[in-house]
């Protein structure tokens, strides 16, 4: 099965940049979905097909994606962007919805 | 706007059969969306289960698909989750999404959840 590989933990300070890695075999090829999870509640797409944004989630949300890693950059870190952050591939060999293991963002 | 409700039974024995439904309200199960189950054992990563399309097809994940039916009411305008022959380690927040498709599917819309228990 296709394995998509995040940090389990980033920490950024409020206002600075944060960086979360997807990383999967060529998951250049494949379009990625992130979704941000924060305690108690359901997940919420911030990015979708590797850097487009659904409305009402801010700029300052953005994704790359290439060769063997996409990433999820957020600017201007807040302490409400503190949660849990997934990224997501369809695994066409298998037919395969995949989430990648989460990376808890914290904000010092 | 569209809503997703998760409802069914909490607890679950083991070997029995978890049933779900996800009710859809403001909008049809019949639309140009896949319906789809995401479930999430506590304190850890989401988990695939499938999905359906109004037409008729269903995509299972690979691990689960020989326990796992997902259904249609278009009638009742819900989505049904049945997984058999459950253990403790079925035990998750049941989640019910909306695939939604740009250039590839993407989950947009997600109900609230529901933690169902297996035990005896």
């Known amino acids: 099965s296709y394995v998509l590989t995040q940090p389990p933990s980033v920490s950024v300070a409020p206002r600075q940049t944060a960086k979360i890695t997807c990383g999967g075999n060529?998951?250049?090829?494949?379009?990625v979905h992130w979704y941000q999870q924060k305690p108690g509640q359901a997940p919420v797409v911030v990015v979708y097909?590797?850097?487009d944004r659904p409305s009402g989630i801010p700029e300052r949300f953005s994704g790359s994606n290439s060769g063997n890693t996409a990433t999820l950059t957020i600017t201007r870190v807040e302490a409400g962007d503190e949660a849990d952050y997934y990224c997501?591939?369809?695994?066409?060999?298998?037919?395969?919805?995949?989430f990648g293991g989460g990376t808890k963002l914290t904000v010092l | 706007q569209v809503q997703l409700q998760e409802s069914g039974p909490r607890l679950v024995r083991p070997s029995e059969t978890l049933s779900l439904t996800c009710a859809v309200s403001?909008?049809?199960?019949?639309?140009?969306?896949?319906w789809t189950w995401v479930r999430q054992p506590p304190g850890k990563g989401l988990e695939w289960i499938g999905e359906?399309?109004?037409?008729?097809?269903?995509t299972y994940n690979p691990s689960l698909k020989s326990r796992v039916t997902i259904s249609l009411d278009k009638s009742q305008n819900h989505v049904s989750l049945n997984l058999s022959s459950v253990t403790a380690a079925d035990t998750s927040i049941y989640f019910c999404?909306?695939?939604?498709?740009?250039?590839?599917?993407?989950?947009?819309?997600w109900g609230q959840g529901t933690l169902i228990t297996v035990s005896s």
């Open positions: 997501q591939v369809w695994d066409t060999t298998l037919d395969d919805r995949v």
């Open positions: 060529d998951i250049g090829g494949k379009s």
């Open positions: 097909d590797d850097s």
């Open positions: 403001g909008g049809s199960v019949i639309s140009d969306n896949w």
């Open positions: 359906i399309f109004h037409a008729g097809g269903t």
């Open positions: 999404a909306r695939g939604t498709y740009r250039k590839d599917f993407y989950f947009d819309l």
